[in-house]
């Protein structure tokens, strides 16, 4: 008796531990570093990356990496099943967890990277029924089970009303990540975006400043990679300086990593057809909250070519805090500021705008506008002159404003802002349906560069007619039509409409289907025609590519892979505008640090000859890119010498002398073809060969000879 009461006890305890394992729930982690592809070769993207478990227990996956991740039941190949999906989890900690009732292998992987998959098994582990042992019946727990997960029709069919499936596909997790951009930028709801520091803000925050105070200066430069040059302007004693004399309140603003950091992010959202416009980049603020959080602006200033380019200017009181940049509100705001540069470029007017002293008084702004105005036939631009026919923001302007235009007045028309602004509210009351936000009632200018980042952020706005689907029950059946196919026609309000095959009217993406035709229109909103606006522009819709899989790379990828529509992805190389390099020591070139600036006529000659006249031919691109790559073995080294030494200096400008004097024969060489710019290269190569080397050759060998 005693050996069969320790024989119980003994089974009870075994019981006791195994039963909660064999219902035991499991936890899977996305690995650490699993957004880059390799992972799926030893099978460690999730870890573990297959769990067994048993009907009733949960799984929990956490993400530990530092990108973002999704589990999504289904496979790459076969897309989501709706069986679970965790939506997007964000890195570092977010966790999301699934309970399995019913028997079977369920496969999951991230939509975000696809390579990353894994398996749940739960009870028999295999997705079809199992089949009793031959001959024999099945055991009375897999019985037991099966009539537990028997389904009930009517009960499966409130569960599908109340809890549709998921089914993320990556533009809409991308879509819903830049959802929270627009959110965050304009400030409409900060429960919608989570991660905009801007507006967990406090309407008291500030820091003081009562006037608009330059803080730093630098100049930007692509050759190719892109970078900042501290070195550009002077000061009343023609000293060289990047930091301007500030408060000490605002002197933490003078880091230089963050400026590379918010120079960094705006490289790599802006397409290269506008950052080859962008010369200067300053860092000034006017406080937290109040007047520009960035803004551009032409270096008319400059000579030649370089007045007609911009400068960007960002406000570090409204973006950096606590040492953190809010990523989500600086980078919808360079948008807009990106469009201002599209649109207001040197190719888009004449050019012909009002000068400095316009914006002085009043009444001499309205008197040159109106006469600008009068002598344009397009949109007279106060900044970029008379528009050309063709140009986005004449285009802009004929479809959304000319019949608004009279009942609008522009900023620089009252002596008092306050007073603008009343009348801006009116204005915008009154024609309220026209814009996205409140702001881009301001002038045509703005309007434009809200639009165009409603088109980058939002999804195309598509007119919604009823549409011409196959047949079925319950359709007032239409003569010819039968079921499951398609109608010849369909009702449409009270009348009956013809169904042709073509391009959807007003979808920006010209997709087709079967479209109801011959019975009147359907319209979109003002707003909504101008988001759609940019669509008719091919090169516009490859800059909306660039900077939403931009976002995306910056948000799901890790810093060795790029979004490349669908998913994280190694590419193959890096665009030159998206590599940036802060500029010290010797980055800079070899004539910069002779003459002291990139803004040298010297160094500008160069750069002339080699955009305007070198790079025009392939013979021209291919030698360049062999000099380049011996020239900057050797540059930054006698850069650097250059600076510390005065005299070895002035040696360099000297011995530069022969070189740009040469140089200059190409200014009246006409060069039209690839054998003339080798015949022109080849005679300049040789002609400062002897005047380098075979001349000093030949006098060295004559004062040899005397002596």
Same mark, same amino acid.
């Given at each position: 008796?005693?050996?069969?009461?320790?024989?119980?006890?003994?089974?009870?305890?075994?019981?006791?531990?195994?039963? +909660?394992?064999?219902?035991?729930? &499991?936890? *899977? #982690?996305?690995?650490?570093?699993? =957004? @880059? $592809?390799?992972? /799926?070769?030893?099978?460690?993207?999730?870890?573990?990356?297959?769990?067994?478990?048993?009907?009733?227990?949960?799984?929990?996956?956490?993400?530990?990496?530092?990108?973002?991740?999704?589990?999504?039941?289904?496979?790459?190949?076969?897309?989501?099943?709706?069986?679970?999906?965790?939506?997007?989890?964000?890195?570092?900690?977010?966790?999301?967890?699934?309970?399995?009732?019913?028997?079977?292998?369920?496969?999951?992987?991230?939509?975000?990277?696809?390579?990353?998959?894994?398996?749940?098994?739960?009870?028999?582990?295999?997705?079809?029924?199992?089949?009793?042992? +031959?001959?024999?019946?099945?055991? &009375?727990? *897999? #019985?037991?089970?099966?009539?537990? =997960? @028997? $389904?009930?029709? /009517?009960?499966?069919?409130?569960?599908?009303?109340?809890?549709?499936?998921?089914?993320?596909?990556?533009?809409?997790?991308?879509?819903?990540?830049?959802?929270?951009?627009?959110?965050?930028?304009?400030?409409?709801?900060?429960?919608?975006?989570?991660?905009?520091?801007?507006?967990?803000?406090?309407?008291?925050?500030?820091?003081?400043?009562?006037?608009?105070?330059?803080?730093?200066?630098?100049?930007?430069?692509?050759?190719?990679?892109?970078?900042?040059?501290?070195?550009?302007?002077?000061?009343?004693?023609?000293?060289?300086?990047?930091?301007?004399?500030?408060?000490?309140?605002?002197?933490?603003?003078?880091?230089?990593?963050?400026?590379?950091?918010?120079?960094?992010?705006?490289?790599?959202?802006?397409?290269?057809?506008?950052?080859?416009?962008?010369?200067?980049?300053?860092?000034?603020?006017?406080?937290?909250?109040?007047?520009?959080?960035?803004?551009?602006?032409?270096?008319?200033?400059?000579?030649?070519?370089?007045?007609?380019?911009?400068?960007?200017?960002?406000?570090?009181?409204?973006?950096?805090?606590?040492?953190?940049?809010?990523?989500?509100?600086?980078?919808?705001?360079?948008?807009?500021?990106?469009?201002?540069?599209?649109?207001?470029?040197?190719?888009?007017?004449?050019?012909?705008?009002?000068?400095?002293?316009?914006?002085?008084?009043?009444?001499?702004?309205?008197?040159?506008?109106?006469?600008?105005?009068?002598?344009?036939?397009?949109?007279?631009?106060?900044?970029?002159?008379?528009?050309?026919?063709?140009?986005?923001?004449?285009?802009?302007?004929?479809?959304?404003?000319?019949?608004?235009?009279?009942?609008?007045?522009?900023?620089?028309?009252?002596?008092?802002?306050?007073?603008?602004?009343?009348?801006?509210?009116?204005?915008?009351?009154?024609?309220?349906?026209?814009?996205?936000?409140?702001?881009?009632?301001?002038n045509p200018d703005e309007d434009f560069a809200e639009s165009f980042t409603a088109f980058v952020l939002k999804e195309p706005t598509v007119t919604k007619w009823g549409t011409c689907n196959p047949y079925r029950a319950g359709i007032s059946a239409v003569a010819g039509s039968q079921p499951g196919m398609m109608p010849k026609q369909i009702p449409f309000g009270p009348q009956f409409c013809d169904c042709e095959k073509k391009v959807i009217p007003?979808?920006?993406?010209?997709?087709?289907?079967?479209?109801?035709?011959?019975?009147?229109?359907a319209t979109l909103t003002i707003q909504d025609q101008k988001k759609n606006f940019f669509y008719q522009y091919d090169e516009l819709k490859e800059m909306r590519s660039f900077i939403r899989n931009a976002i995306a790379t910056s948000e799901f990828c890790d810093g060795e892979t790029v979004w490349n529509g669908k998913t994280c992805v190694k590419p193959v190389s890096p665009p030159p505008q998206q590599q940036t390099q802060q500029s010290k020591?010797?980055?800079?070139?070899?004539?910069?640090?002779?003459?002291?600036?990139?803004?040298?006529?010297?160094?500008?000659?160069?750069?002339?000859?080699?955009?305007?006249?070198?790079?025009?031919?392939?013979?021209?691109?291919?030698?360049?890119?062999?000099?380049?790559?011996?020239?900057?073995?050797?540059?930054?080294?006698?850069?650097?010498?250059?600076?510390?030494?005065?005299?070895?200096?002035?040696?360099?400008?000297?011995?530069?002398?022969p070189l740009l004097t040469s140089l200059t024969l190409l200014q009246y060489a006409d060069i039209d073809s690839e054998s003339e710019m080798l015949g022109y290269g080849i005679g300049i190569i040789l002609l400062n060969i002897g005047m380098y080397f075979v001349v000093p050759a030949v006098l060295i060998m004559k004062v040899r000879k005397k002596i």
């Amino acid at each position: 008796m005693r050996y069969l009461l320790l024989s119980v006890l003994v089974v009870c305890i075994i019981g006791f531990f195994a039963i +909660p394992q064999a219902f035991a729930d &499991a936890t *899977v #982690t996305h690995s650490p570093g699993s =957004s @880059t $592809p390799g992972c /799926e070769e030893t099978n460690s993207c999730f870890i573990p990356s297959t769990v067994t478990i048993q009907p009733g227990s949960t799984v929990t996956w956490k993400n530990t990496d530092n990108t973002a991740h999704t589990a999504t039941s289904g496979t790459a190949a076969d897309g989501p099943d709706g069986v679970f999906d965790s939506s997007l989890m964000m890195a570092n900690g977010p966790s999301f967890s699934h309970t399995f009732d019913a028997a079977g292998t369920y496969d999951y992987f991230c939509m975000v990277h696809p390579w990353m998959a894994g398996s749940v098994i739960v009870g028999a582990g295999s997705s079809t029924p199992s089949q009793p042992p +031959p001959g024999g019946d099945e055991p &009375a727990w *897999v #019985t037991s089970l099966e009539q537990q =997960s @028997t $389904p009930d029709p /009517e009960k499966e069919e409130v569960l599908k009303k109340e809890e549709p499936p998921v089914t993320l596909d990556p533009e809409t997790v991308l879509q819903k990540k830049l959802d929270e951009y627009w959110n965050c930028a304009y400030m409409l709801d900060s429960k919608l975006a989570p991660d905009c520091i801007n507006a967990s803000l406090p309407s008291t925050y500030n820091l003081g400043v009562e006037k608009i105070t330059r803080i730093s200066v630098y100049g930007v430069y692509c050759d190719p990679v892109c970078r900042l040059a501290p070195d550009d302007f002077t000061d009343d004693e023609e000293n060289y300086f990047t930091h301007f004399p500030v408060e000490n309140k605002l002197k933490k603003f003078q880091n230089e990593n963050l400026h590379q950091q918010l120079f960094n992010t705006y490289v790599s959202i802006t397409p290269p057809q506008i950052l080859d416009e962008v010369s200067a980049f300053y860092i000034e603020t006017d406080d937290w909250g109040t007047g520009a959080d960035a803004s551009v602006d032409r270096l008319y200033w400059l000579a030649p070519p370089y007045d007609t380019k911009f400068y960007v200017s960002i406000d570090p009181a409204d973006m950096i805090f606590n040492g953190a940049v809010d990523e989500q509100y600086l980078k919808p705001t360079l948008i807009h500021e990106n469009a201002h540069i599209l649109s207001l470029s040197e190719n888009q007017g004449d050019n012909n705008g009002l000068p400095p002293e316009a914006y002085d008084k009043p009444s001499l702004f309205k008197q040159l506008m109106t006469e600008g105005e009068r002598s344009c036939a397009n949109y007279y631009d106060d900044l970029a002159g008379c528009m050309n026919k063709n140009s986005y923001l004449n285009a802009f302007f004929q479809k959304f404003w000319a019949g608004i235009y009279r009942d609008h007045n522009w900023e620089w028309e009252y002596d008092n802002v306050d007073n603008f602004y009343n009348h801006n509210s009116m204005f915008y009351e009154k024609y309220s349906s026209h814009f996205v936000i409140e702001y881009a009632a301001s002038n045509p200018d703005e309007d434009f560069a809200e639009s165009f980042t409603a088109f980058v952020l939002k999804e195309p706005t598509v007119t919604k007619w009823g549409t011409c689907n196959p047949y079925r029950a319950g359709i007032s059946a239409v003569a010819g039509s039968q079921p499951g196919m398609m109608p010849k026609q369909i009702p449409f309000g009270p009348q009956f409409c013809d169904c042709e095959k073509k391009v959807i009217p007003g979808h920006p993406l010209g997709k087709t289907m079967y479209w109801p035709s011959g019975c009147g229109t359907a319209t979109l909103t003002i707003q909504d025609q101008k988001k759609n606006f940019f669509y008719q522009y091919d090169e516009l819709k490859e800059m909306r590519s660039f900077i939403r899989n931009a976002i995306a790379t910056s948000e799901f990828c890790d810093g060795e892979t790029v979004w490349n529509g669908k998913t994280c992805v190694k590419p193959v190389s890096p665009p030159p505008q998206q590599q940036t390099q802060q500029s010290k020591g010797g980055g800079c070139l070899i004539a910069t640090a002779a003459f002291g600036s990139e803004m040298a006529p010297q160094v500008q000659f160069l750069r002339e000859i080699r955009d305007n006249t070198v790079l025009q031919t392939e013979s021209g691109t291919s030698f360049m890119t062999g000099f380049n790559q011996f020239y900057y073995s050797f540059s930054p080294t006698i850069a650097d010498y250059e600076r510390e030494n005065p005299t070895f200096k002035e040696a360099v400008k000297i011995t530069l002398t022969p070189l740009l004097t040469s140089l200059t024969l190409l200014q009246y060489a006409d060069i039209d073809s690839e054998s003339e710019m080798l015949g022109y290269g080849i005679g300049i190569i040789l002609l400062n060969i002897g005047m380098y080397f075979v001349v000093p050759a030949v006098l060295i060998m004559k004062v040899r000879k005397k002596i």
